[in-house]
């Protein structure tokens, strides 16, 4: 590997195209205090490698570290390439760092190369060297198999989308801000979303667009905001059980009231407070959306000549959530699910990590051995020796 891995991986960028795309996510993760901060989040790895270009001299903590060690492997990766597979990688960067793009699925298709190399594997980037359906094929003592890397935002499995919520409450901050100066005091306005909330509307949902005007028509006195198809609106006095009224203490404490899947925020404007919750009717269910992201993908994505693992990356979901969706069994049961079914066929193993594995954050933040996998009994490569470390389940 380069001994100055970032400087090889902006080489292979291209430092036009690399700085032009960190000035725009600096722009972007300055707008709104909500979005800002999701910007930053889903940009995590861009802007941690700009702050360390920008910042030679400065050792990288222990996160920062995976994410240079990543850099490093994707530009020996290039070097190792064929033209045909260099020129379809330098593609699908420059889709990364353009539009809604972001680096993580590459850079999880990096690790997940990787892994299987550590564990003995050979591992050639079928992908982008050949133009395979699936990312990666790897062999061991003559048994093949082929892996697809794959993003799956648990935003699919919401009702209520966190992109649309933040938006919302970046857009009525000023609303409340004015209206709070002329009331001051505490409130609580919860929200009821039946048919939940996107941030384009699309189809019967509510948009933060429309949420704003209501929200502004309630606080000017009319009752008639108070329902409507798209949402339930009730506005009442917010009762403090602690002592600690800073927004981080009022989050914990709403989020103990509320539940995890409350959508909370906080408005503070000199001693007034104006705290926002909302649910959707239904509970989320990222499990349903990975089972259907799973059947899609067996379908299109393993030719079936080769035992398929399927190695998807949870995006756009916390610490707390990640954690919850292993200990109820939630990932389990859906990923059990679905290779029950005859959709799985050709899949050996399903295995699913996110940020926290990624950065290397440890237990329990993150999944015991850097993932969880879940091998599937009816798949003949169960039973290899060969294979085991692709597809055994985790312990």
């Known amino acids: 590997m380069s001994e100055k891995p970032l400087e090889s991986f902006v080489g292979v960028v291209g430092k036009e195209t690399w700085w032009s795309r960190i000035e725009a996510l600096e722009a972007a993760a300055a707008e709104g205090r909500r979005c800002g901060w999701a910007a930053r989040q889903r ?18 903590n222990a996160a920062e570290s995976e994410i240079v060690h990543l850099a490093g492997l994707l530009a020996a990766s290039f070097r190792g390439l064929a033209a045909k597979g260099k020129a379809a990688l330098h593609a699908s960067l420059h889709a990364a760092l353009s539009g809604d793009g972001a680096l993580t699925p590459i850079f999880h298709q990096m690790r997940v ?3 299987h190399r550590r564990r003995g594997f050979s591992v050639s980037f079928a992908g982008l060297e050949t133009g395979a359906a699936f990312d990666l094929a790897i062999s061991r003592n003559g048994a093949r198999a082929e892996i697809v890397c794959d993003v799956l935002s648990a935003e699919d499995g919401r009702e209520v989308s966190r992109q649309a919520w933040r938006q919302l409450a970046d857009r009525v901050d000023p609303d409340l801000h004015a209206w709070l100066a002329a009331h001051p005091g505490r409130y609580l306005l919860k929200m009821t979303l039946p048919q939940g909330l996107r941030a384009d509307g699309g189809g019967e949902n509510a948009s933060p667009a429309h949420l704003q005007a209501r929200i502004r028509t309630l606080l000017a006195g009319d009752a008639r905001a108070q329902q409507d198809e798209t949402a339930v609106l009730r506005l009442d006095p917010l009762v403090l059980a602690g002592t600690d009224t800073s927004q981080h203490g009022l ?10 899947e409350a959508h909370l925020s906080v408005t503070v404007a000199g001693q007034g407070v104006f705290v926002m919750a909302a649910r959707a009717a239904r509970e989320d269910d990222v499990g349903t959306a990975l089972r259907r992201r799973l059947a899609a993908l067996s379908g299109a994505r393993l030719s079936g000549a080769a035992p398929g693992v ?46 926290a594995e990624l950065i290397g954050l440890p237990v329990p933040q993150s999944a015991a051995g850097g993932e969880v996998r879940f091998a599937n ?12 470390a692709a597809i055994r389940s985790a312990e």
């Open 113 to 115: 190369a990787e892994r």
């Open 377 to 388: 009994p009816a798949h003949p490569a169960a039973r290899s020796p060969e294979l085991a």
């Open 310 to 355: 399927l190695a998807m990356f949870l995006e756009d979901t916390d610490l707390a959530e990640w954690r919850g969706l292993r200990e109820t069994l939630r990932l389990e049961g859906a990923a059990r699910g679905f290779l029950a079914g005859a959709e799985a066929r050709p899949v050996a193993a399903v295995s699913c990590a996110t940020r």
């Open 43 to 60: 940009h995590a790895i861009e802007l941690t490698i700009a702050r360390l270009l920008r910042a030679p001299a400065r050792a990288p």
């Open 251 to 260: 989050l914990a404490q709403l989020r103990g009231d509320f539940g995890p």
